[in-house]
């Protein structure tokens, strides 16, 4: 594994590989089995594996845990190379960011809900680093998990509208034994906490429970949820949502594609957890998150069996 710290270095490591398929994973680092997950895909999928590891600070409000975000560069580059990355590029903030920025990348509409209303610029800070690191990278594949299900919405709707030739690759959750979403901010959760935060995972589990019986009025949906999270003493909910997916339209009944998307606060620890659910020819299903987005110029790879933030 060759481990890179600024641009030019990493662009010219990767001209030998250039008419290879090459695969992204982009990460804020502190790897978890969830990242590692990414990497085996893109390992089967692509020749050449790159993954970066960069706390982002356009993606995090003032009041938000950038300093305090968990690092372990160490750590971090043992597993990539245990895992089979090819190059890991680590580089500073004044490599990305060497002045001040006067371009940034906004997508509209589908940033306005959810994460997008509770961290104002959130998005526009992932959609600007993401871009500048698919111009860097030059991916066929780039790999993103998820648990944040609004991210893929948004890196998917910028790939399209700016016609970049990389296929976004959305890949399932990965969760712990007991169901609990891996994250990179549960090292934060002390251990009532972290038993307590067992309550996302139950309470789209009775999401899924009742739109199995036959519910299909969001608003009930949602009510079932918030009375789940509520039973946990600790948990602070910041929003509910059932969207229409991609659009995260507002619906008040599901009849296609939505996504229960849930965020809850345990002390200062804000984790995000979803499940898509569908409604199609009448039947419902529980999606697993197995689909691709084919932009411009990859056409030809739509066949290949593909899995299900920025990825933290």
Do not use: W
């Amino acid at each position: 594994m060759k481990c890179v710290t600024t641009i030019h270095e990493l662009r010219s490591d990767l001209k030998p590989s250039r008419g290879k398929i090459i695969g992204f994973v982009p990460t804020m680092g502190y790897l978890h089995e969830g990242h590692l997950s990414l990497v085996e895909r893109a390992k089967k999928m692509c020749d050449v594996v790159v993954m970066s590891i960069f706390v982002n600070p356009l993606q995090f409000g003032p009041t938000e845990d950038l300093e305090k975000y968990p690092r372990d560069l160490a750590r971090d580059t043992a597993l990539a190379e245990a895992n089979g990355v090819d190059f890991l590029f680590t580089p500073s903030v004044e490599e990305m960011y060497p002045t001040a920025s006067k371009t940034l990348v906004t997508v509209k509409d589908i940033t306005d809900s959810l994460c997008g209303a509770s961290r104002p610029g959130h998005f526009d800070g992932v959609a600007t680093v993401v871009s500048k690191l698919f111009n860097i990278v030059q991916p066929d594949y780039a790999f993103f998990g998820m648990k944040d299900a609004q991210q893929v919405a948004v890196i998917q709707q910028m790939v399209s509208d700016l016609n970049m030739p990389v296929t976004i690759v959305p890949c399932e959750i990965v969760r712990e034994a007991d169901g609990l979403a891996l994250s990179s901010r549960n090292v934060y959760l002390n251990e009532e906490q972290r038993r307590q935060a067992l309550v996302l995972f139950r309470s789209l589990n009775t999401v899924k429970q009742a739109f199995d019986n036959g519910e299909r009025r969001t608003a009930a949906l949602k009510e079932a949820a918030v009375s789940a999270i509520s039973k946990s003493p600790e948990a602070r909910i910041d929003y509910v949502e059932i969207r229409e997916y991609p659009s995260l339209a507002e619906i008040e009944t599901i009849d296609g594609e939505a996504l229960v998307a849930l965020a809850v606060y345990f002390e200062n620890t804000r984790l995000i957890d979803n499940i898509k659910l569908s409604v199609r020819g009448g039947n419902a299903h529980v999606s697993h998150h197995d689909e691709s987005q084919n932009s411009p110029g990859h056409g030809d790879r739509s066949e290949l069996e593909l899995c299900g933030q920025y990825n933290n």
